[in-house]
């Protein structure tokens, strides 16, 4: 059975890496539920020349002509940041893991203080409650000691 991985890109540095593994993960069979912040658009446009419409499926459009790797489009599912009704919303429908690449110092913030404001936030409280594995990939330094607490408290919930 192929695992289903949410996917977060948000606004820090870094944006080839979070398409890297999207496309990785789509190669190796994985359904991918992909969310992406306003600041993730602007990244992706400065890093990497890419446009990523606010439209789900003119993403999923630009996103499978970008990629390398033959994937199965099926496998890739995008929700807006404000589809509450999305499955990764629910802890009735875990992903088995979800992944925030690159993640943002403010993302991570909101994840370790609890917050769920926007999708990619609530996804990662519900696999955080749901003892599933989330996986942040922070990209800024240098680090202060608020950055380190927050990190610190992500680990002690189960985050890596």
């Not at 990523?52 to 496998?75: C, N, Q």
């Not at 599912?77 to 403010?106: L, Q, Y």
Request: neutral net charge.
């Amino acid at each position: 059975m192929n695992k289903t991985i949410c996917l977060a890109l948000t606004g820090a540095s870094g944006m080839p890496y979070g398409l890297r593994l999207l496309e990785c993960l789509l190669a190796a069979g994985c359904h991918v539920q992909l969310l992406y912040s306003q600041a993730a658009q602007v990244v992706a446009r400065q890093e990497m020349g890419l446009e990523l419409p606010s439209r789900p499926a003119d993403a999923k459009a630009a996103l499978l002509a970008r990629l390398i790797a033959a994937v199965d489009p099926e496998k890739l599912s995008i929700f807006g940041r404000e589809e509450w009704f999305a499955p990764v919303a629910s802890g009735s429908n875990p992903p088995d893991a979800m992944v925030v690449c690159p993640c943002s110092m403010g993302t991570l913030a909101a994840i370790a203080q609890g917050l769920a404001d926007n999708l990619i936030e609530r996804a990662a409280d519900v696999v955080l409650k749901e003892g599933r594995k989330l996986i942040l990939v922070p990209r800024e330094t240098p680090l202060s000691a608020i950055h380190l607490e927050n990190m610190l408290r992500l680990a002690r919930a189960g985050a890596v």
